[in-house]
């Protein structure tokens, strides 16, 4: 293997050290307290680097944004390719995104200092949405759902009911299945073709 081919791959290896820094440091200590010297510190990278990557703290923080998006959004998406009848695969669905939020300590604490990031061509959440009107488009195609929803606002509102849980779930420490269920049951009411 030549070198510039192992070139992307350390690229990769390093803007995802960064990134993992970034989560830890953002989530433990806020916005204002997290300095680049630290996420350089943490990931082992040096500071000019993080710098040609991410200009300041709010693109880094939106980097560290869209890598939690993309987690989701591909738990989502892995979840949605069940070979089962959308009945039974919703619970499997909002289940997979409420275990990510769960399992990753962090998610809540930075999903509330995304108001802190520089999104440039990116908005907050459109990765999820994304995955979601993608996923609604196939079942449509495969007559599952209901024709006469438009799968962008089937995304908008799902993301929007997602969301919500989510954020009281990590408030409340309420048990994720109680979400999982209530979500499943208004997707099926929802989408399903009669």
Known sequence: MSARQKRPKA????????LEASTHLF???GFERTNMSQVARES????????LRYPNKGSLLAGVVQQLESQLADSLTRAAGQEIPWIDRFPL????????????PEMGAIMQLAA????????PGSI???????IVTRAQS??????????????????????????HMMQTGTWPQVYVIALADAAS??????
């Open 116 to 123: 802190h990031a520089e999104f440039k061509g990116h908005s």
């Open 44 to 51: 082992g990278v040096a500071v000019g680097t993080i710098y």
């Open 11 to 18: 690229s990769r290896d390093r803007d995802l050290r960064i």
């Open 142 to 167: 495969d007559g599952a759902f209901r024709p006469d929803v438009l799968p962008s606002v089937v995304a908008a509102i799902a993301y929007g009911m997602v969301e919500g849980a989510m954020g």
């Open 189 to 194: 009411r929802w989408l399903l073709a009669t």
């Open 27 to 29: 989530a433990s200590q």
């Open 128 to 134: 999820i949405r994304s995955a979601i009107e993608q």
């Open 93 to 104: 669905v909002f289940g997979s995104m409420m275990e990510t939020v769960s399992t990753t």
